[in-house]
């Protein structure tokens, strides 16, 4: 079984609808949770940052841990055609050297 | 955040060649940088960790002789593809990590002939 699952889509979307994206994972350690946004043939950006359980907000972003469920979620509300994109999850636990798990990315095409 | 960059972005060598990627962190030191390799609409596959000071730590498959690494600074990483081949073809991505969360650099596209 894989640390991080990640449904990879692809997955398409209408502009303005909401954009659910999850993963789920395993280690129970986990403690920090990460989004990253990836254009094609660009590097990772880092979206959101959670620590524990919880939401944050930021913008249209909102993203949700769920550590009984060991599930995470990034919702993107008013979604627009530059949000089309690779949107990886990535998890790490607390003191060990900077070791992050990612999950493969779930690619979203928003139509204008 | 943090910024990483890579250098050089995009490279076509000759089959049988070596190229060297460098990796910077531009406005904080790392001690651990990570070298991953993407092939299109796949997902990161990290190669492995480089550590400032000591021997870099290659993930499982990935050839040591093959793709060196040096972390030669608190801000530089490199890794050089040893006689390369279009099987190595693929982006190169590094990352390092930062108080909250990790930052990529934006990728090195090498094109093997």
């Known amino acids: 079984q894989k640390e991080v699952e990640q449904d990879p889509g692809p997955l398409s979307v209408p502009e303005g609808a909401i954009v659910s994206l999850n993963c789920t994972y395993s280690n129970s350690a986990f403690q920090y949770f990460m989004w990253y946004r990836q254009y094609s043939r660009k590097g990772p950006e880092l979206l959101m940052y959670?620590?524990?359980?919880g939401n944050k907000e930021d913008g249209r972003f909102t993203a949700q841990v769920d550590k009984s469920s060991k599930y995470i979620s990034l919702f993107i509300r008013d979604s627009q055609p530059s949000d089309s994109a690779t949107y990886l999850c990535?998890?790490?636990?607390?003191?060990?050297?900077?070791?992050?798990?990612f999950g493969t990315g779930t690619s979203l095409t928003v139509i204008p | 955040g943090a910024v990483v960059s890579q250098h050089p972005s995009w490279v076509i060598c000759k089959s049988g060649t070596s190229v060297k990627i460098e990796c910077r962190s531009l406005d904080f030191q790392a001690t651990t940088m990570f070298w991953y390799r993407q092939f299109p609409k796949q997902s990161l596959m990290l190669m492995a960790t480089s550590n400032e000071g000591s021997k870099a730590t290659y993930e499982q498959g990935v050839e040591k002789d093959k793709f060196l690494i040096n972390h030669a600074s608190l801000t530089l990483s490199t890794l050089t593809v040893t006689s390369a081949h279009p099987e190595d073809s693929s982006f190169y991505i590094c990352?390092?990590?930062?108080?909250?969360?990790?930052?990529f650099g934006p990728g090195t596209r090498l094109t093997v002939l």
């Open positions: 990352s390092a990590p930062s108080g909250r969360g990790q930052f």
């Open positions: 959670t620590y524990s359980s």
């Open positions: 990535a998890m790490s636990p607390p003191n060990t050297g900077n070791q992050f798990y």
